[in-house]
Structures are given as structure tokens and as C-alpha cells.
């Protein structure tokens, strides 16, 4: 009796007092003569008692698998939801059924201040603004109410409930948007945390005060004070995430990639020596898109590959792997990008699967894989010339992020020879863009903007478009879109007749691209260098000339393989064109019956849009 008595639940227990409690008040007005009567109802009860309590415990089975049946059992269960939610989403129960869950443990104990936390919790997975904040603020309440804190600190444990329930409030606006809310809640955390002299909440808000203020130009001396005074305060954690903010804002900044990689090393150290391996993840994932940021896809693909191999330093219970993160979906998608960049789409697709099955569509950080997806669908699309397949791409894409959907949107304009409504997009995005300080968009936006101009057959109007992007591009040590831009230099050159010129530009800017550009470019790079020996031949002796038609001949060869892994129709169709005409100049009638057959075929599968750029020459 007493094991079964212990095993009982608040609620339960409830019960059986009120019926011990009825069941006297009934006993001391009944009459002797009742009794037996009395008894036989009595005993039907409880049976029927018995039946619901074993129909209740039958049903919270069904419903989820550890059951609280008592007090500890009810928390064990909080505190593994908390940890599933935190390391591995998918082994957590559904939104819809650990609310219910909690719902059922707050309807006989509404006080219970940590369901209500892991409530916020659940409403944070699915998006709930309104929901979440509720949570948020009954959590504190019952904190307060229950005197949780109060009891071991006095005065001091009910201030500490508010000033972070304030800075909790201020998180919580600031993760859906709402800065003015956040900064008002922020400021409010401050002050309390001022009065009672609380370094470690101050430190909290000032870290948050950087992240509502991050787009101003002194934002910097904030985080670096921040840094100072965590690590004054021993708080490592916070110490790290400051740098690598730091970090962070000085990529963006153009900063060189050695400073900041010494940077990172030394938060590594702090990672290694306080065990923090959320944070290792955090900087792992950080160096890959720095090197993309870069240009650097190998040094990118070597620092993804280098998180997935790595195995976590915390042992989780109930057996969940710490490979759920945020860290962990954004170096997979940074390596189905790289691997569709290089034409492996069905190492691609392998990826984004896996990803779907780590991160369900209902998860925190599925709109990452959701992102990279569709983009990498807008790729394969443009490639192939389906543009009307890429435009029912750009909704998807914009729901998730509005400047990369306005951007994508006038790729497609353009390439329908929509050329006004193109340019008026681009010149709108780029203020944006300016405004706000994205200086890897702008410089895509002016390349956008001086192909439109070279394609509308304005040159001349196209190079200080291009000089401007060049500009930016070397002083934020952007490798990649340094060489793209010198590229589209140099054919504006070939356009304006001075190919020798355009030739030594490109042998400056051949290099990365071949070392660390995507398949797509590298075709392009080959296709324009063919096409710069072609126009430099036209001076040359007869016996050089041939030399020279024969080595482009190679690079078109080149070209077209790297088009054809990456299925660029349009491309081959352009390169097998300038190859037969190659071949005629050099008398060669078998080679160029072969690709006019091969350009015919793809003339008649492709219609073209607009003027071919191959007319230019």
C-alpha cells in the first residue's frame, strides 16, 4: 500500500482524499440499517474506480512513452523532452502531442513552472509568437508564485526571476523580429539587473544589445567590450559566442582570412578546455562559410566534411547523437551546394534527403534545407533553360529569403529578355542591398546590372559597372566574385575589339576559377578564352593562325565538358556552333559536319531567346 500510495501523482492523490473524505461524511449521516447497501455501492466504486484509473494509465501510455505517473516521473519527462528538443528534434514527441501532453500535466497542476517553460519550448518549434510568450510569461509567474527562488535567496531570487524574464522577453521578440518590443523588454532587464548589481545578467543584455544593434558601424565596440568583461567574469560561453560574432562581422568587414582564423583558434582553445562541444560545432560550421564567403570551396568542403566526422564530446542519455544542431544542417547544406556546384546532383539530392529525414519540414532548421533546395532546383532550371520552371521556383525561394527571391527574379526577367523590368528590380535591390549593408548581394546585383547592359548591346556602359564591383570585391577580399567580375572585364573587352587585352586579364583570373569555381564558371572561363585566341588569330600568319585555331579548339573541347556536367544545353549548343565554324576555317569537313549535326539537333530541341552572345565575335 505504501509503494502504490508513493507511485500515485498529485492528481491522483487528490482523489483519493476527496473520496476517504466523502466516503466519511457519508458513513456518519447513514444509518446502521444502510450499511450493507452502503457497502455494496461503496465497492462497485472503487472497482469502477479501479477500471478508470487503469483506463487513465492505459491512455497516457498510448500517448507517450515515459507516462508521468508522479511528481519525478513528470520531471524526468520535462527534462528529456528539453534535452530531445535541444539535441535531436526528431526523437522529441510532436508539437501536437507534447502539448497535449503538457496540457494534461498543467490541468491538475498549473503551477508547475517548468511545463510551462518546456510549453514556450514547444511553440518556438512551430513559429507561435503568441503562444511561445504566454508560455513565457506563466513560466516566470508560477517562478515567482511558487517563491522557487525566493525561498533560497530572499529578495534577491524573486529580482532575478524578472530581470530574466525580461531578458528572456527580449530574446523572444528579437527571434521573431519584433526589435522595438525587444529593445524595450532589454532595457528593462538592464535596469532591474543595475539595481541589484548583477555582472552575469548584465553581460546577457549586453550581448543582446549587440545583436539589436549589430548593423550599426560601431556595433564592434560593443562586442569586443562584451568579450572583455565575460571573460573578466569567467563566463566562457558567453566569452566564445562574442567571438565568434566578432569574427563574424569582421568577414563581412573584408578582413584578411588568416587574423580570422587565429581568431577562431583561440576560441577553439576556450571550446577544448571548458568541453563546450556545442561550440566547437558552432566554430566548424563558421570556418566552412567563411571560406565560401571566400571563395575557398575545398577549404569550405574539408571543414564540412570535418564536422560530420566529428563525434560529440557530451554524453546525452536516451541515446541521442548531438548531430541535430544548427551547426550540423548548415554544413550539409553548404556541402549540397558545393556538390551541385560541381555537377554531382545526385550526391546532391543524397544530402538534401538525408537532411529532410534529420530535419522534418515542422523542425527549427528546416528552412535551411528548404532554402538550399529550391536554389540548387533554380540552378539545375536556368541550366537547362526551363526558365518558366525557375520562375514558379522564385516564390519558394522568397518566402524564405526575400532579397536572394527579388534577386532570383531578375535573373529570370533577364533571361526572358525582359530587359526593363529586369533592370528596375536590380537597381531597387541594389539601394537595399546598399542600405543594409550586404555587400556580397550588391557586388552579384552590379554584375547582373552590367550584363544586362552588355547584353542590350551597351559595353561601354558596362565597364564602370563591372570597375565598381571589381572595387568592392577587393577591398571585402572576395576571391571568387573578384574573378567572375574580372571575366566579365575581359568579355566586355573582346565586345569592344582589344581581345590581346582581354587575354592577359583572363590568364590573371583563370586560376581560382579552375582551382575552386563552380563547373558552370569554369565552362565559361574556357568558352571565353577559346574565343580571345580566336580573335587574337585574326593578325597571324597563315601556319600560326592554324596553331592558334587548333589550341582554342582544345579549350572549347575542354568547355564543353565542363557544360555538359552541370546539363548546360544552351552552352554546348554555342560551343559546338563555334567549333564547326573553327573546323571549316581549317579544312576539317568530317569534324564540322559533326557539330553542325550536334548544333542543329540542339537548335531544334532549344529555341533561342534573343540575340546569341556567339553573333558578338
Not at 563525434?311 to 544542417?329: D, I, M, P, R, W
Not at 558545393?338 to 519540414?361: D, I, M, T
Not at 556552333?577 to 559533326?594: C, D, I, P, V
Request: net charge neutral; hydrophobic share 40%; glycine share 4%.
Amino acid at each position: 500500500m505504501i509503494l502504490a500510495y508513493s507511485k500515485l501523482s498529485f492528481s491522483q492523490v487528490f482523489k483519493l482524499y476527496t473520496a476517504l473524505q466523502q466516503y466519511f461524511q457519508n458513513g456518519e449521516k447513514k444509518t446502521v440499517e444502510d450499511a450493507d447497501m452502503e457497502l455494496t455501492s461503496t465497492e462497485e466504486s472503487e472497482r469502477k474506480m479501479e477500471k478508470e484509473e487503469l483506463d487513465v494509465s492505459i491512455r497516457e501510455e498510448e500517448v507517450s512513452c515515459s507516462g508521468p505517473l508522479s511528481q519525478k516521473q513528470a520531471e524526468f519527462f520535462l527534462s528529456q523532452q528539453a534535452s530531445l528538443l535541444k539535441n535531436d528534434e526528431t526523437k522529441a514527441l510532436t508539437p501536437a502531442s507534447l502539448q497535449k501532453e503538457l496540457n494534461n500535466l498543467l490541468k491538475f497542476n498549473p503551477d508547475f513552472a517548468e511545463a510551462h517553460y518546456l510549453s514556450y519550448l514547444n511553440n518556438l518549434r512551430v513559429q507561435d509568437v503568441f503562444s511561445s510568450t504566454h508560455s513565457l510569461l506563466h513560466y516566470f509567474d508560477r517562478l515567482i508564485l511558487t517563491g522557487a527562488e525566493s525561498k533560497s535567496n530572499g529578495e534577491e531570487g524573486y529580482g532575478r526571476s524578472l530581470r530574466y524574464a525580461a531578458l528572456n522577453l527580449a530574446a523572444l521578440h528579437c527571434r521573431f523580429g519584433h526589435y522595438q518590443q525587444a529593445e524595450l523588454a532589454l532595457q528593462e532587464a538592464i535596469r532591474i539587473a543595475q539595481e541589484s548589481n548583477d555582472h552575469v545578467c548584465l553581460q546577457h543584455c549586453l550581448s543582446w544589445l549587440y545583436v539589436l544593434g549589430q548593423k550599426r558601424s560601431d556595433s564592434y565596440v560593443l562586442l569586443e567590450h562584451s568579450v572583455k568583461k565575460a571573460v573578466h567574469f569567467g563566463l566562457p560561453y558567453l566569452a566564445s559566442l562574442g567571438i565568434q560574432s566578432l569574427v563574424q562581422q569582421r568577414a563581412f568587414a573584408g578582413k584578411t582570412a588568416n587574423k580570422l582564423m587565429d581568431a577562431l583558434k583561440d576560441s577553439d582553445l576556450l571550446h577544448w578546455k571548458h568541453s563546450l562541444s556545442e561550440l566547437i560545432d558552432i566554430s566548424i560550421a563558421q570556418k566552412t562559410a567563411i571560406w565560401r564567403l571566400y571563395g575557398r570551396s575545398t577549404m569550405a568542403l574539408q571543414q564540412a566534411q570535418m564536422l560530420l566526422s566529428m563525434n560529440s564530446l557530451e554524453s546525452v542519455n536516451a541515446g541521442v547523437q548531438q548531430n541535430n544542431t544548427e551547426s550540423f544542417a548548415v554544413a550539409l547544406c553548404h556541402l549540397a551546394e558545393l556538390h551541385a556546384e560541381q555537377g554531382c546532383f545526385a550526391a546532391a539530392s543524397e544530402v538534401l534527403k538525408h537532411l529532410r529525414e534529420r530535419f522534418p519540414p515542422n523542425s527549427q532548421h528546416a528552412q535551411l534545407w528548404m532554402l538550399c533546395d529550391q536554389k540548387i532546383q533554380f540552378d539545375r532550371a536556368m541550366n537547362d533553360g526551363k526558365y518558366h520552371l525557375a520562375d514558379s521556383l522564385v516564390t519558394g525561394i522568397t518566402a524564405l529569403n526575400s532579397i536572394e527571391g527579388v534577386y532570383r527574379k531578375a535573373i529570370v526577367l533577364q533571361a526572358q529578355n525582359q530587359m526593363s523590368e529586369a533592370h528596375k528590380l536590380l537597381q531597387k535591390l541594389l539601394i537595399h542591398c546598399q542600405k543594409i549593408r550586404n555587400t556580397e548581394m550588391v557586388i552579384s546585383v552590379l554584375l547582373s546590372v552590367a550584363e544586362l547592359y552588355r547584353r542590350s548591346s551597351c559595353p561601354t556602359i558596362a565597364l564602370p559597372v563591372l570597375l565598381q564591383a571589381l572595387a568592392l570585391s577587393k577591398e571585402y577580399r572576395l576571391q571568387y566574385l573578384a574573378s567572375e567580375t574580372v571575366l566579365n572585364l575581359a568579355f566586355a573587352q573582346l565586345i569592344l575589339g582589344i581581345p590581346e587585352q582581354a587575354l592577359s586579364l583572363l590568364h590573371m583570373a583563370i586560376e581560382p576559377i579552375l582551382a575552386d569555381g563552380a563547373v558552370l564558371d569554369k565552362g565559361r572561363a574556357m568558352f571565353l578564352v577559346a574565343k580571345c585566341q580566336v580573335a587574337s588569330a585574326a593578325s597571324y600568319e597563315p601556319l600560326k593562325k592554324a596553331e592558334a585555331l587548333e589550341a582554342a579548339i582544345e579549350n572549347l573541347n575542354e568547355a564543353k565538358n565542363y557544360f555538359a556536367k552541370v546539363d548546360c544545353k544552351e552552352q554546348i549548343r554555342d560551343v559546338v556552333y563555334f567549333q564547326a565554324r573553327l573546323y571549316h576555317t581549317l579544312g576539317k569537313t568530317q569534324e564540322r559536319n559533326r557539330c553542325a549535326m550536334l548544333f542543329r539537333q540542339l537548335h531544334q530541341e532549344l529555341p533561342s531567346h534573343g540575340v546569341p552572345l556567339i553573333n558578338h565575335l
